[in-house]
C-alpha cells in the first residue's frame, strides 16, 4: 500500500505539472499571486458551507493554484527566498487553514467524505473525457460477463495456482491478460468470502502482493503512454477490488452469515477500507457505477458495523466510531491534496 501510495503522488505531480501548461489562467506572477489572495478572501467570508459548497470551493483553489504554479514556472526571477514565492506560501497556507476549517465547521457524514472525494478529484474531467479510460471501463465491465468457479476449492487452487505461476509483466497486454484471469479468482472468492479461513484470505494476500509489488515499484518512473495506461489499469483494478469486497461483506452481513471473531475484525477492515485507500487518482478513475455504490455503503456503514458487534446496545457506539472515521478520512484526504 505505502508503495501504490508514493506511485500514485508521483502521478498525481506527473498531471499537475502538465496541466499547469493547458490551462493558464494568470499572465505574470503578480497576477498569480493577487488571485490567489482573493480566493483567500473569499473563503474567509464564509462561516460554513454544505459539502457541496465545500467540495465546489476547494477544486476551485486547486485550479486556481494549478494555474498559479503555471505563471510562476514561466518567472525565471523567482525562487524560493523571493518575496513573492514567501507571500505565495504564506496565502497558500492561509487557504488551507480556512478550507479545514470549513470542513470541519459542522459534523460530517461518511457519506459526505466519499461525496467530498468523489468531486476534487483533479483529474476526473479529464479522466472521463479520455479513451483510454473509456476502454479501460469497457474492459472491466466485460469482465463480469465471465462465470465464476462452482465451489470454493476449485477458487483457492485456481487462485493459487495463478499467482505462484504469474511472472514479472514484461508487456501491458500480459498485465490485461493475468487481471482477467485473476478477476475470475476474485470474484469468485468473493461469492464464498465467508467460507474462506482468514489464515487462507492472508496467504493470498501475501502472494498477491508479491506479483505486483514488482509493477508498481516500475511504474510511475516516467511520464509516457504505456505507464500512465498501465498506472490506469492497476488503480482501476484496485477500486474494483476493494468495491466488490465491502459489498460481499455487506451481502453477508445482512444475509446474517455465520463468522467466527477473526472474520469478523476482517469484516470491519474490509468495510472501511474503501473510505480509507481511495485516493485523489483512485477516486478520479472511479465508474459511475462504483461512486454510487461507494455512497449507498456510506450510509449503509453504521448498521453494518453495528451488526457485526454481537453485544448489545451498540448502536451509540457504532454511531461514534463512524464519526470518529468520518473526521480522520477527511482530515487525510485534505492533507494529502492541499
Same mark, same amino acid.
Given at each position: 500500500m505505502k508503495?501504490k501510495?508514493?506511485?500514485?503522488?508521483?502521478m498525481?505531480?506527473m498531471f499537475?505539472l502538465?496541466?499547469?501548461n493547458q490551462h493558464?489562467?494568470f499572465s505574470?506572477?503578480q497576477e498569480a499571486?493577487?488571485?490567489?489572495k482573493k480566493?483567500l478572501?473569499?473563503?474567509?467570508q464564509?462561516?460554513?458551507a454544505?459539502?457541496?459548497?465545500?467540495?465546489?470551493l476547494t477544486?476551485t483553489?486547486l485550479?486556481?493554484?494549478?494555474s498559479?504554479?503555471?505563471?510562476?514556472g514561466?518567472?525565471?526571477s523567482?525562487?524560493?527566498?523571493?518575496p513573492?514565492a514567501?507571500?505565495?506560501?504564506?496565502?497558500?497556507?492561509?487557504i488551507?487553514?480556512e478550507?479545514a476549517? !470549513?470542513a470541519f /465547521?459542522k459534523?460530517? %457524514?461518511?457519506r @459526505? #467524505?466519499?461525496?467530498?472525494k468523489q468531486?476534487?478529484?483533479m483529474?476526473k474531467?479529464k479522466?472521463e473525457?479520455?479513451?483510454i479510460?473509456r476502454?479501460?471501463?469497457k474492459?472491466?465491465?466485460?469482465?463480469?460477463d465471465y462465470p465464476?468457479?462452482?465451489?470454493?476449492?476449485e477458487t483457492?487452487?485456481?487462485?493459487s495456482s495463478?499467482?505462484s505461476?504469474?511472472k514479472p509483466f514484461r508487456?501491458g497486454?500480459?498485465?490485461i491478460k493475468?487481471?482477467a484471469?485473476?478477476?475470475?479468482?476474485?470474484?469468485?472468492l468473493?461469492k464464498?468470502?465467508s467460507q474462506v479461513?482468514?489464515e487462507?484470505?492472508?496467504?493470498?494476500?501475501?502472494?498477491t502482493?508479491r506479483?505486483?509489488?514488482? !509493477?508498481?515499484? /516500475?511504474?510511475?518512473? %516516467?511520464?509516457? @503512454? #504505456?505507464?500512465?495506461?498501465?498506472?490506469l489499469?492497476l488503480?482501476?483494478?484496485f477500486?474494483r477490488?476493494?468495491?466488490?469486497n465491502?459489498?460481499a461483506c455487506k451481502?453477508d452481513?445482512l444475509?446474517?452469515?455465520r463468522?467466527?471473531?477473526?472474520?469478523?475484525?476482517n469484516?470491519?477492515?474490509?468495510?472501511i477500507?474503501?473510505?480509507?485507500a481511495?485516493?485523489?487518482?483512485?477516486a478520479?478513475?472511479?465508474?459511475k457505477e462504483?461512486?454510487?455504490?461507494l455512497?449507498?455503503?456510506?450510509?449503509d456503514?453504521?448498521?453494518?458495523?453495528e451488526?457485526?458487534?454481537?453485544?448489545?446496545?451498540?448502536?451509540?457506539?457504532?454511531?461514534?466510531l463512524t464519526?470518529?472515521?468520518?473526521d480522520?478520512?477527511l482530515?487525510s484526504y485534505?492533507?494529502?491534496i492541499?
Amino acid at each position: 500500500m505505502k508503495v501504490k501510495k508514493l506511485i500514485v503522488f508521483g502521478m498525481t505531480m506527473m498531471f499537475v505539472l502538465a496541466s499547469c501548461n493547458q490551462h493558464p489562467s494568470f499572465s505574470s506572477s503578480q497576477e498569480a499571486l493577487d488571485g490567489c489572495k482573493k480566493q483567500l478572501q473569499l473563503l474567509k467570508q464564509k462561516q460554513d458551507a454544505s459539502i457541496e459548497e465545500l467540495s465546489s470551493l476547494t477544486s476551485t483553489w486547486l485550479e486556481v493554484q494549478d494555474s498559479a504554479y503555471s505563471a510562476f514556472g514561466r518567472d525565471s526571477s523567482l525562487n524560493l527566498k523571493s518575496p513573492m514565492a514567501v507571500a505565495y506560501f504564506m496565502v497558500s497556507d492561509s487557504i488551507r487553514t480556512e478550507i479545514a476549517r !470549513l470542513a470541519f /465547521s459542522k459534523p460530517r %457524514q461518511l457519506r @459526505e #467524505v466519499m461525496y467530498f472525494k468523489q468531486h476534487t478529484a483533479m483529474q476526473k474531467e479529464k479522466m472521463e473525457k479520455s479513451d483510454i479510460y473509456r476502454d479501460a471501463v469497457k474492459y472491466y465491465e466485460k469482465l463480469d460477463d465471465y462465470p465464476i468457479y462452482s465451489s470454493l476449492q476449485e477458487t483457492m487452487s485456481a487462485y493459487s495456482s495463478l499467482l505462484s505461476s504469474a511472472k514479472p509483466f514484461r508487456q501491458g497486454d500480459e498485465l490485461i491478460k493475468f487481471i482477467a484471469l485473476e478477476d475470475k479468482c476474485f470474484r469468485s472468492l468473493m461469492k464464498y468470502l465467508s467460507q474462506v479461513k482468514p489464515e487462507d484470505l492472508q496467504q493470498l494476500t501475501l502472494a498477491t502482493t508479491r506479483v505486483f509489488d514488482g !509493477l508498481y515499484s /516500475s511504474v510511475g518512473t %516516467q511520464a509516457d @503512454e #504505456v505507464n500512465d495506461r498501465t498506472m490506469l489499469y492497476l488503480s482501476m483494478r484496485f477500486n474494483r477490488r476493494i468495491v466488490q469486497n465491502a459489498l460481499a461483506c455487506k451481502d453477508d452481513i445482512l444475509s446474517r452469515k455465520r463468522l467466527s471473531t477473526a472474520q469478523k475484525a476482517n469484516y470491519r477492515w474490509m468495510l472501511i477500507q474503501p473510505f480509507m485507500a481511495i485516493d485523489d487518482y483512485s477516486a478520479a478513475v472511479l465508474t459511475k457505477e462504483q461512486r454510487e455504490q461507494l455512497l449507498s455503503l456510506s450510509d449503509d456503514l453504521p448498521g453494518l458495523l453495528e451488526r457485526l458487534d454481537a453485544k448489545k446496545h451498540v448502536r451509540d457506539k457504532e454511531n461514534n466510531l463512524t464519526e470518529v472515521l468520518s473526521d480522520y478520512f477527511l482530515k487525510s484526504y485534505l492533507s494529502s491534496i492541499l
